[in-house]
């Protein structure tokens, strides 16, 4: 049976090329179950805030396209902290996930479970597991999929302790979490120059963004930052255009 300490003690012995700890527990967790992908997302009480950590290019794809779309299992997870999922994506779930659903099995994905990361009711964020066939993962591996959700709330605690102290404030995140989180404040901040510039609220300024984004395919990132710097005008009547 794999267990929390297992994991933990494994990921940091394979702790020598550089990656991030978050990475490397998303990598031995697709490898240990024989998953598509895995990744994990840093959020809070106004939701997703960032990816930060995965498997691969596939689960790093579909976290981001929850982001995007501001829907998707790993979402759920942490909103509702419980384990959510689908066990055939194909199946009804487009009621669930109207967007993500079809962009998972565009990638290949068939089923997914997320499980979500608090601790002391403090929800951080969420662990999702991405499978290419369709089906429920079994005893053994549900058990093993909880364990990996422990030890990715002890790395997410671990990489906080290990903050030097001259640099602590009360939004401070250890690098490997500060990184991503920095990139999404630029979302942030078009959205808020959106806002202003097209005349309309937060939300909807938020939800004209991604629709450029899925309609051109492109990341909310790179919309993002092309608005801020002026190579790109997204008005409101484009969204009912399309």
Not at 18 to 37: N, V, W, Y
């Amino acid at each position: 049976m794999t267990t929390t300490t297992q994991i933990l003690a494994a990921i940091r012995a394979r702790h020598r090329d550089g990656k991030p700890l978050t990475d490397e527990l998303c990598i031995d967790c697709a490898q240990s179950l024989r998953l598509a992908g895995v990744g994990m997302t840093l959020m809070n009480a106004a939701g997703h805030q960032a990816v930060i950590g995965t498997s691969g290019a596939v689960a790093s794809r579909l976290e981001e396209i929850q982001f995007d779309l501001g829907e998707g299992p790993s979402v759920d997870a942490s909103r509702y902290d419980r384990t959510v999922g689908s066990d055939d994506l194909g199946d009804g779930v487009l009621l669930r996930w109207p967007a993500f659903a079809p962009a998972a099995l565009a990638a290949g994905i068939s089923a997914v479970t997320a499980v979500p990361l608090s601790v002391g009711g403090v929800r951080l964020g969420s662990l999702s597991m991405y499978r290419s066939t369709p089906g429920r993962l079994d005893v053994q591996q549900q058990t093993a999929a909880q364990a990996y959700g422990g030890a990715a709330v002890v790395v997410l605690l671990h990489l906080q302790d290990r903050i030097p102290s001259v640099d602590l404030t009360r939004d401070a995140l250890h690098p490997d979490l500060g990184a991503p989180v920095a990139h999404r404040a630029e979302i942030h901040q078009a959205t808020g120059f959106l806002s202003v510039k097209a005349s309309v609220g937060m939300t909807e300024a938020l939800l004209l963004l991604r629709a450029h984004a899925f309609a051109a395919d492109r990341s909310l990132l790179d919309v993002a930052r092309d608005v801020l710097a002026g190579r790109l005008r997204i008005h409101p009547e484009e969204s009912e255009d399309d």
